[in-house]
Structure formats: structure tokens, C-alpha cells
């Protein structure tokens, strides 16, 4: 198993242009996240998807949508980067019943 | 909602010696306390967690101590080794079913000497 992957590892992006961080996960998990990390931030929730076809704003919300488009997958997207969304996203995936969440190794996103 | 803090946010120890982290919670539901170690450019993965129906938990060098009644839990590693060097972070939810959503601390760097 890969457990959870995200696609791209890095991108630099310019003020306004869009993107879309994308997210799988194979261990049949019901929950998915999309966390950032700042420095001495900690990680904040920004979305995240209790089960398939269902998503819910977390603590920061403003400036990303999200999709689940399958069990499998959910994506982030930036619609219009902003310098102020440099950061490193991180994805992960938890199973309904159990509480540990399962990380992927995250995609450096520099807005300049 | 749930708020968590820790401390420090940095700690430096000998080799050898222990360490302690501390976190506080907020929302007196939460009853699932995980904790996390990230090493430099990694992900986050677990290393140990507790629940709010033990007191306490060990895992070879590491151990989690939970104070329901003051809200507190914190992280204790023994006989520090140079690879215990990351970044850890404490979180709290109030677990399983069809949410689960982690509020995490903002982490403690910690350095162990040689």
C-alpha cells in the first residue's frame, strides 16, 4: 500500500494564477483532510470530508476549495494564489471508528 | 472550539537525559490526545496517543500522562537519543465517528545534543 500521496511535491506559483493540489489515499478511508503548516503555526485545519460527497470548511478556510471526488481522492484548489498562501499542505486520511489520522508527505506551494 | 496550547516551543537536552512536553486543552469533550513527531522536510506521523479513559500510557522510551481534571496532557521521552531530534506536536478531538477533527498544538523543536 502507498497510503497517501499527493501530487505535486513542489510548485512556485505567481500572485492570481490557480492550481490544485490533489490528494489519493488507498487504505479505504472514509475521512480526508487538507491541512497547511506554517512556521510556529502548527497545522490548521482548511477542509475536510467526513465521508464521500460531503465536505466542511475547517479553521481556515478562505481562499481554497475542495473536492471529494471519489473515496479516494480529494483536491484543493487555489483559485486566485495569494503570497499569503505560501506554505506546505499537507493531505491526510482517517478510517470512520478509529482515530488516528495518516498523513501524506506534503506539497510545498511558494506564491510569489 | 477546542483550543490547544504547548510548551515550550523549544527544548534542548543532553543525550541521555529526558524530556518533557506540555499541551492544554480547552473543550472538556475531548477525549482522544494523539502525538506527532515531524522530522525535517517529513510528514507528521504518530508516535503515541491516549484516551481520555487512561491516565497514562508508555511505549518503550515514551510516555503520555493525561490530567482530565486540569485539561492537560504531556509527552515525556527518556534517555534521549540524537534521532529524537524533530519537531512534536500534541492535539486533541473528540474522536472516532464521522468526524474526528484534530486541533493540533504549534509544535516543540527539540534538540538533543551529543
Known amino acids: 500500500n502507498a497510503g497517501v500521496t499527493q501530487t505535486p511535491k513542489f510548485q512556485v506559483l505567481k500572485t492570481g494564477q490557480s492550481m490544485t493540489l490533489q490528494c489519493a489515499q488507498d487504505m479505504n478511508h472514509n475521512s480526508m483532510y487538507w491541512y497547511r503548516q506554517d512556521p510556529g503555526m502548527g497545522l490548521r485545519l482548511i477542509y475536510y470530508s467526513a465521508s464521500e460527497g460531503t465536505t466542511d470548511k475547517g479553521e481556515v478556510p478562505n481562499g481554497y476549495n475542495v473536492s471529494r471526488l471519489n473515496k479516494r481522492e480529494f483536491s484543493l484548489r487555489l483559485e486566485s494564489a495569494a503570497p499569503s498562501q505560501t506554505s506546505v499542505y499537507f493531505c491526510?486520511?482517517?478510517?470512520?471508528?478509529?482515530?488516528?489520522?495518516?498523513f501524506g508527505p506534503g506539497t510545498r506551494l511558494t506564491v510569489l | 472550539g477546542e483550543n490547544v496550547e504547548q510548551h515550550p516551543s523549544t527544548l534542548s537536552v543532553q543525550e541521555g537525559d529526558s524530556a518533557v512536553i506540555k499541551c492544554t486543552y480547552s473543550d472538556s469533550a475531548s477525549n482522544y490526545f494523539p502525538w506527532y513527531k515531524q522530522e525535517l522536510g517529513k510528514r507528521p506521523q504518530l508516535i503515541i496517543d491516549?484516551?481520555?479513559?487512561?491516565g497514562e500510557k508508555k511505549d518503550q522510551r515514551i510516555a503520555v500522562t493525561l490530567n482530565k481534571t486540569a485539561k492537560h496532557f504531556s509527552l515525556h521521552i527518556t534517555e534521549t537519543q540524537p534521532e529524537d531530534s524533530a519537531v512534536y506536536f500534541c492535539?486533541?478531538?473528540?474522536?472516532?465517528?464521522?468526524?474526528?477533527?484534530?486541533?493540533f498544538g504549534k509544535g516543540t523543536k527539540l534538540s538533543v545534543k551529543p
Open positions: 491516549i484516551r481520555s479513559n487512561v
Open positions: 492535539a486533541a478531538s473528540m474522536g472516532g465517528g464521522s468526524q474526528g477533527n484534530l486541533i
Open positions: 491526510a486520511s482517517r478510517a470512520w471508528g478509529t482515530d488516528t489520522q495518516y
